[in-house]
Nanobody, 112 residues
Framework: QVQLVESGGGLVQAGDSLRLSCAAS????????MAWYRQAPGKEREFVAA????????NYADSVEGRFTISRDNAKKTVYLQMNSLKPEDTAIYYC?????WGQGTQVTVSS
């Protein structure tokens, strides 16, 4: 069993930055990535970024490439999503995912 807890969401203005955190506990699986997804009102959940627990490449959705950065702290079993130059279209609930496990989500709202 794996528990994922996101934090760091909030209300910001366009152009601002936020950093989301996802703390994992329990028996994490080293052969699965940690990933961020998001779901905007009335839309399907979509992939944002992913990072392996050790080595390998990060991956980003085209819509966030160059603005968002995913990173990890293995000692803390925590993954971060640094979000810069936020846009109103980034407004969504952001979820952390590991294997079949999901966090509860954290709301990010970007005002224009």
């Amino acid at each position: 069993q794996v528990q994922l807890v996101e934090s760091g969401g909030g209300l910001v203005q366009a152009g601002d930055s936020l950093r989301l955190s996802c703390a994992a506990s329990g028996r994490t699986l080293s052969n699965y990535n940690m990933a961020w997804y998001r779901q905007a009102p009335g839309k399907e959940r979509e992939f944002v970024a992913a990072i392996p627990w050790s080595g390998g490449r990060t991956n980003y959705a085209d819509s966030v490439e160059g603005r968002f950065t995913i990173s990890r702290d293995n000692a803390k079993k925590t993954v971060y999503l640094q979000m810069n130059s936020l846009k109103p279209e980034d407004t969504a609930i952001y979820y952390c995912k590991h294997a079949q496990y999901w966090g509860q989500g954290t709301q990010v709202t970007v005002s224009s």
